[in-house]
């Protein structure tokens, strides 16, 4: 399975936006770029994902390297309530499993 | 929309025990998968079903084993239990490939003691 890896934690102020980056540089061509968060207590949410191209939806974008071999989750504008744990997932068609890593540990600092 | 249903939240059983936790997906997700969170291991991918087969499976002991209805609910079994499979068990569901979101119950809380 092809491996990510992100920061261990975060920090960043409230309101202002946070940029979380992920290394998969031996993401293969059919490899799907999954971002998950998890809050205490919580299973893991489902924030964004994408193949190629960047991606936006109402919680944050993904912003893909042309090469694939990283990304970027952005939240536009951090609220004490994206406080949580990050991961970035390759997912495979074709082999339907999600891998997750440590993941990044984000503390939005009121 | 209703989300993905796990029972029970909680549960605690003695070692040499056997379990059986259930998921109901979201309706119209076919494939549902199970995953185990530890402290330590993190969140591991158990199995995954689809349209009742399984697809894939994770590097489990064959004490854990799952099976999917015809109405895509699953339930998973933990058979002879052992206080290492204490831990946080999740369900996930989605429409069909990796090319969509997953949904995640909000797990199944077990304690072996």
């Known amino acids: 399975d092809a491996k990510t890896t992100q920061p261990n934690s975060m920090e960043s102020n409230e309101e202002e936006p946070v940029h979380l980056p992920c290394n998969h540089s031996?993401?293969?061509?059919?490899?799907?770029i999954h971002w998950y968060r998890q809050l205490p207590s919580q299973g893991p949410e489902y924030v964004i994902h994408?193949?190629?191209s960047n991606v936006n939806n109402r919680m944050a974008s993904l912003a893909i390297a042309e090469d694939r071999k990283s990304s970027t989750l952005i939240l536009h504008r951090a609220t004490l309530r994206d406080a949580a744990v990050y991961y970035c997932i390759l997912a495979n068609f074709g082999n339907e499993k999600l891998t997750f890593g440590t993941g990044t540990r984000l503390t939005i600092i009121p | 929309k209703a989300g993905v249903t796990q029972t029970p939240r909680y549960l605690i059983k003695t070692r040499g025990q056997q379990v059986t936790l259930s998921c109901s997906p979201i309706s119209g997700h076919r494939s549902v998968s199970w995953y185990q969170q530890t402290p330590g291991q993190g969140l591991q991918f158990l199995f995954e079903?689809?349209?009742?087969?399984?697809?894939n499976k994770g590097n489990f002991p064959g004490r854990f084993s799952g099976r999917q209805f015809s109405n895509s609910r699953s339930e998973m079994n933990v058979s002879t239990l052992e206080l290492g499979d204490s831990a946080l068990y999740l369900c996930a569901s989605s429409l069909s490939t990796a090319a969509g979101s997953y949904t995640f119950g909000s797990g199944t809380r077990l304690t072996v003691v």
């Open positions: 031996t993401i293969s061509g059919t490899d799907y």
């Open positions: 994408g193949l190629t």
């Open positions: 079903y689809f349209s009742e087969t399984q697809r």
